[in-house]
């Protein structure tokens, strides 16, 4: 007998099946990133119909041993529904983009979900968005472990120092430089989450420069698509 599962979960993608199906992967709080079967779901009758969508917690019951699960129900909050697209969606895309790529199937991951589950919330209660997709970056990198180190200098070990300057190093930490208005003072914000306090032209440069390693080179066609609508 079919293993029942009930968990909450996001859809990350969805693509068709057949004619009538519909193939989701999702981000789930007990399995980690999982794919499953909605039959039917493109028929305007089906219990299935119009409930997957992106950006919101849905509750899902599924079964099945193998990769592909099938879903058997679902249900989510309509409060916060949206179609506007708008640089919060398109941003909102990257996330679930970049989820899709760096997560392992199967993998547990709660500790990450609730952290997406917060940067929702963030959204939906209009807060910063550069501030909160940044905060989100920087997170998901440690939980990964692609941090970096905040507290080090890499050449010379030595503390970071406030008052000096310094240039970011992919895959390394920070390096003394006299040629950088970045300092020891926004090292520091960065470490303890003060974002608000360091410019954002650094800030983005950064998580841009991290995030490229963990793609190892593979382009984010949400990335694409938000360049072409600037």
């Given at each position: 007998?079919?293993?029942?599962?009930?968990d909450?979960c996001?859809?990350?993608?969805?693509?068709?099946?057949?004619?009538?199906?519909?193939?989701?992967?999702?981000?789930?709080?007990?399995s980690?990133k999982i794919?499953?079967v909605?039959?039917?779901?493109?028929k305007?009758?089906s219990?299935?119909?119009?409930y997957?969508?992106?950006?919101?917690?849905l509750?899902?019951?599924?079964s099945g041993r193998?990769?592909?699960?099938?879903l058997t129900?679902?249900?989510?909050?309509l409060?916060n529904?949206?179609?506007?697209?708008?640089?919060?969606?398109?941003s909102?895309?990257?996330?679930n983009e970049?989820l899709?790529?760096?997560?392992?199937k199967?993998?547990?991951?709660?500790e990450?979900?609730?952290?997406?589950?917060?940067?929702?919330?963030?959204?939906n209660?209009?807060n910063?968005l550069e501030?909160s997709?940044?905060?989100?970056?920087?997170?998901l990198?440690?939980?990964?472990g692609?941090?970096?180190?905040?507290?080090s200098e890499i050449?010379?070990?030595e503390?970071?120092e406030?008052e000096?300057?310094y240039?970011?190093?992919?895959?390394?930490?920070?390096r003394k430089?006299?040629n950088s208005?970045f300092?020891?003072?926004?090292?520091?914000?960065?470490?303890?989450?003060?974002l608000?306090?360091v410019?954002?032209?650094y800030?983005k440069?950064?998580t841009t420069?991290?995030?490229?390693?963990?793609l190892e080179?593979r382009?984010l066609?949400?990335?694409?698509?938000?360049?072409s609508?600037?």
């Amino acid at each position: 007998m079919s293993q029942i599962n009930n968990d909450n979960c996001f859809l990350l993608h969805q693509r068709a099946y057949g004619e009538t199906s519909i193939i989701a992967d999702v981000f789930t709080q007990n399995s980690g990133k999982i794919s499953f079967v909605a039959k039917g779901a493109k028929k305007p009758k089906s219990k299935f119909f119009g409930y997957l969508v992106p950006f919101q917690k849905l509750n899902v019951t599924y079964s099945g041993r193998s990769e592909l699960k099938t879903l058997t129900s679902i249900d989510r909050d309509l409060s916060n529904n949206s179609n506007t697209l708008s640089k919060v969606s398109y941003s909102l895309l990257y996330i679930n983009e970049l989820l899709t790529k760096l997560l392992p199937k199967d993998a547990k991951h709660e500790e990450l979900f609730n952290l997406y589950d917060e940067f929702l919330e963030k959204i939906n209660k209009k807060n910063n968005l550069e501030i909160s997709l940044r905060h989100f970056e920087l997170d998901l990198l440690d939980l990964l472990g692609y941090g970096f180190d905040y507290d080090s200098e890499i050449d010379s070990n030595e503390p970071i120092e406030p008052e000096k300057s310094y240039v970011f190093v992919s895959e390394k930490g920070f390096r003394k430089s006299q040629n950088s208005n970045f300092c020891g003072k926004d090292i520091i914000n960065l470490k303890n989450r003060k974002l608000e306090d360091v410019p954002l032209r650094y800030l983005k440069e950064i998580t841009t420069k991290a995030i490229g390693i963990c793609l190892e080179g593979r382009d984010l066609a949400s990335r694409k698509i938000f360049r072409s609508i600037k």
